[in-house]
C-alpha cells in the first residue's frame, strides 16, 4: 500500500521575472516503512520535495495522496491539522525553541495539540529514556551538544507517532561521530516502522538509504532501491 | 491548544525577553499611573471645594441686596433708583415662613479692637444667636450671643480663635471688656478655631448683636440673610417662599438676590467633574501611545521569532494557536503594566494625601476602571495587528529565516 503517492507534482517559483520550475512533473511513490535518501545538488528541487512531502508547501499542479487521502488542495489548518499527527520532522539546524527545556521542547507538539498534561509527562518521561536523554530534561538547548540536541528534535519529531519522517539533513550541523548516532537512530525508528526520508546531499549518509532518489533541476533523475 | 498552555506558552515567551517586556510594562504602568494620579489630583480639588462650602451650613439659602442684572442696557435701567435696603425687619420677616427653620441676618463691618494697649483691625460681624446654629460654630469659651430682640444692641462680642491669641495672650478672654470701634464691649465667648470659610476667616472675626453693628456702622441695610431651610427637600420652597416675602415687602420690587448653596455648590462641582474628565482623557493619550508601544513590542517579537513561529507551524500549529499565543502575550504585557500602573498610581496618591493632608486626593472609581480597561482593551487592540502577522506567516519561508 502507498504511503504517499504523488502524481504529475509540479511547483514553479516567480524569481523577478524569471520562471523557476523547482519541481517538473513529478511522479512519486513511496510505500510505508520505506526507507528513502533524496540526494542531489542545490538548487535541484530536493527541499521543495520535503517541502511539499510535509504539507509546508502546496503543488501548482498535480496530486498528492497521503495515506489514500488527497491532500492536496487541504486550507492551511487542514494541513496543519495532518502534520501534528503524520508527520515529524527534523531540521539541520534542529529548531528547537531557546528558552523551553529538553522537556517542553519534546512536548511542544503535543502541548499545541492539546493533549493534557498528564498523559505530556508520562509520554516525555518515556521519550527521555527511549532516547537516553533522561539526566537532560530539565537542561535548555544551550546547555546541550549537538548530537543531544538533534536527539531531541528527533524525540520532538516522533512524540506524536507519525506516519513519516521527514529529515532534512540531519547530520549537516554535526561531526562525523555525533552524525552516524543520530542516523543510527534514526535508522531503528525507521526498523520499528516508521517510513523515514533523508533530504541530503552527502553520498555516503545517502548510500546507506534502501533507496535513493537523485533529482536535478526538478527533476526526478534516478529512483534507485538497493537489493 | 488548551487555555493554560497558551498562558504559560505566552508568559515563558514574554519572560524570556526581560528587558523588552520590563520596558513596555513600564510605559503601560506610567499612562495607567497617570490617569490614577492625575484623576485623583482632579478630585481631590472638587472634593475640597465641596467641603468647603458644606461647611458653610447645612440647606442653606442666602439673600443678597440688589438684582444680578439681566438683559441689556436699556434707558429703563438707566432712570431705576437703587434698590431697596435689606432690612433687620425683612430678616424677620422670613422666619414666619413654613419653609424655614432659622434666620440670620448679618453685616459686615471693618472696625478696630483694643483692650490694655493693644489693637488691631478686624471684621466685625453684626448677626444674630441664629447663625451660630446655622454655620455649626462651636464655642470654646463662654456662650454664644444672647438670643435677644434683634434690635436691640446689648454691648457683647463673641470673639475668634486668633483675635483672642493677639489680644488677650494667655490671659482669660471671656468677662473682659474692650473697646470695639467707639463702644465698649464685653467679650462674652470664644469660638473654636474653624478655618477658612470662603473668603472669611472666622478666627479673625467679632460677632456683635445686629442691633450694634448697625449702630457702629450707622447703616440700616443688610449685607446678608442667611436663612436655613427645614430641610433639604425644602430648599426650594424656602428659596421661593423668600423671594416672594421680599418682593411683597419691597412693594413688588424683585431687588435681592436668593441663591442656595446646592445651586452654587452643584455649580462647582459640574466643574470640577468636567476639569477631572478632561484630565483623565489628557493621561489617556499616554495610555495609547503605551498601547502602540505594545503593538511595536509585538511586532519586535514576531520578527525575532520568525523562525519559531516557522517550526510551530511545521509542528501542527494551526493559525489560531499562533494567534492566540500572541495575543495572550500582548494581553499580558498590558495587564501586568496596567496592574503595576494601578499599584504605582495609588502609591503617588497616597503620597499626595501624606504631603497635603487637607487636600483628599483619591481618584474616582470610575477613573480607575477605564484606566485599566483602556489599557488592556489597547493592548489587545494593538496586539492583533502584530498576531495576525505571526498567524498569516508561510511556514516554508518561516523555517529558513535563522
Known amino acids: 500500500m502507498a504511503l504517499i503517492e504523488l502524481a504529475g507534482v509540479e511547483r514553479v517559483f516567480q524569481l523577478g521575472d524569471s ?43 498535480g496530486v498528492y495522496r497521503l495515506e489514500e487521502r488527497d491532500v492536496t488542495m487541504l486550507s492551511p489548518d487542514e494541513q496543519a491539522a495532518v502534520r501534528s499527527r503524520r508527520i515529524g520532522f527534523v531540521f539541520q539546524s534542529f529548531h528547537l525553541v531557546p528558552r523551553l527545556t529538553a522537556a517542553e521542547n519534546i512536548a511542544l507538539p503535543m502541548m499545541l495539540a492539546g493533549i493534557p498534561a498528564a498523559e505530556r509527562t508520562t509520554r516525555v ?30 524525540a520532538r519529531a516522533t512524540i506524536m507517532q507519525p506516519a513519516v519522517l521527514l529529515a532534512d539533513e540531519p547530520t549537516g550541523n554535526l561531526d562525523r561521530a555525533t552524525g552516524d548516532d543520530v542516523i543510527h ?28 532518489l537523485m533529482m536535478e533541476d526538478g527533476l526526478l533523475k534516478q529512483d534507485m532501491v538497493q537489493v | 491548544m488548551r487555555f493554560p498552555d497558551v498562558l504559560r506558552f505566552a508568559r515563558d515567551a514574554a519572560t524570556g525577553y526581560p528587558l523588552r517586556t520590563s520596558l513596555s510594562v513600564l510605559a503601560m504602568a506610567i499612562g495607567v499611573a497617570a490617569v490614577v494620579v492625575l484623576t485623583a489630583l482632579g478630585d481631590g480639588a472638587r472634593r475640597y471645594v465641596v467641603n468647603q462650602f458644606s461647611s458653610l451650613g447645612t440647606n442653606l439659602v442666602i439673600v443678597i441686596p440688589g438684582r444680578s442684572a439681566t438683559g441689556g442696557f436699556n434707558p429703563a435701567n438707566a432712570v431705576t433708583k437703587t434698590p431697596r435696603d435689606l432690612t433687620t425687619d425683612d430678616a424677620a420677616s422670613l422666619t414666619r415662613l413654613s419653609s424655614v427653620q432659622r434666620v440670620a441676618p448679618l453685616l459686615v ?48 462680642a463673641v470673639i475668634g480663635e486668633k483675635i483672642r491669641d493677639e489680644i488677650f495672650g494667655s490671659q482669660p478672654a471671656v468677662g473682659q471688656f474692650v473697646r470695639l470701634g467707639d463702644r465698649r464691649v464685653r467679650v462674652i465667648g470664644v469660638l473654636k478655631p ?18 450694634l453693628a448697625q449702630a457702629m456702622f450707622n447703616s440700616n441695610t443688610l449685607f446678608r440673610i442667611l436663612v436655613e431651610a427645614r430641610g ?11 423671594a416672594d ?39 489617556a493619550i499616554s495610555l ?94 494593538f496586539g492583533i495587528m502584530p498576531a495576525r502577522r505571526a498567524a498569516q506567516m508561510d511556514p516554508v519561508q518561516a523555517l529558513m529565516k535563522h
Open chain 1, 19 to 61: 520562471t523557476v520550475h523547482a519541481l517538473s512533473r513529478l511522479d512519486l511513490s513511496i510505500t510505508a516503512g520505506e526507507y528513502v535518501a533524496i540526494m542531489g545538488p542545490s538548487g535541484s528541487g530536493k527541499s521543495t520535495l520535503l517541502n511539499l512531502l510535509g504539507l509546508l508547501d502546496r503543488p501548482d499542479a
Open chain 1, 125 to 154: 518521561r518515556q521519550a527521555l529514556k527511549d532516547f537516553g536523554l533522561d539526566q537532560r530534561a530539565d537542561h535548555r538547548p544551550d546547555q546541550l551538544s549537538g548530537g543531544q540536541r538533534q536527539r531531541v528534535a528527533i
Open chain 1, 185 to 212: 537512530l534514526l535508522e531503528a525508528l525507521n526498523a520499528s516502522g516508521v517510513t523515514l526520508i533523508i533530504v541530503t546531499h552527502d553520498p555516503k549518509l545517502g548510500s546507506r538509504a534502501r533507496r535513493q
Open chain 2, 109 to 156: 463691618g471693618t472696625s478696630e479692637i483694643s483692650y490694655g494697649g493693644r489693637l488691631r483691625e478686624l471684621v466685625v460681624a453684626g448677626t444674630s444667636s441664629t447663625y451660630f446654629d446655622i454655620r455649626n460654630f462651636q464655642i470654646a469659651q463662654g456662650k454664644v450671643l444672647p438670643d435677644e430682640d434683634w434690635n436691640r444692641a446689648i454691648p457683647v
Open chain 2, 194 to 211: 474653624t478655618g477658612q470659610g470662603l473668603g472669611m476667616n472666622t478666627d479673625e472675626v467679632v460677632f456683635v448683636p445686629i442691633a
Open chain 2, 232 to 242: 433639604r427637600s425644602h430648599i426650594d420652597d424656602a428659596k421661593l417662599a423668600v
Open chain 2, 245 to 283: 416675602q421680599l418682593k411683597a415687602r419691597h412693594a413688588g420690587e424683585e431687588d435681592v438676590t436668593v441663591i442656595t448653596q446646592d445651586a452654587v455648590l452643584a455649580t462647582f462641582d459640574k466643574l470640577l467633574r468636567a476639569l477631572t474628565a478632561a484630565v483623565a482623557g489628557i493621561a
Open chain 2, 288 to 381: 495609547a501611545v503605551a498601547g502602540i508601544l505594545v503593538m511595536n513590542v509585538m511586532l519586535v517579537a514576531v520578527t525575532q521569532r520568525t523562525a519559531e513561529i516557522g517550526l510551530l507551524k511545521a509542528l501542527g500549529a494551526q493559525g489560531r494557536t499562533i494567534r492566540h499565543a500572541f495575543l495572550a502575550e500582548a494581553a499580558m504585557l498590558s495587564f501586568f503594566g496596567a496592574l503595576a500602573g494601578y499599584l504605582l498610581g495609588q502609591l503617588g496618591a497616597f503620597a499626595l494625601r501624606q504631603s497635603f493632608p487637607v487636600f483628599p486626593a483619591y481618584p474616582p472609581d470610575w477613573a480607575v476602571v477605564a484606566a485599566l480597561v483602556t489599557a488592556l482593551s489597547t493592548g489587545l487592540l
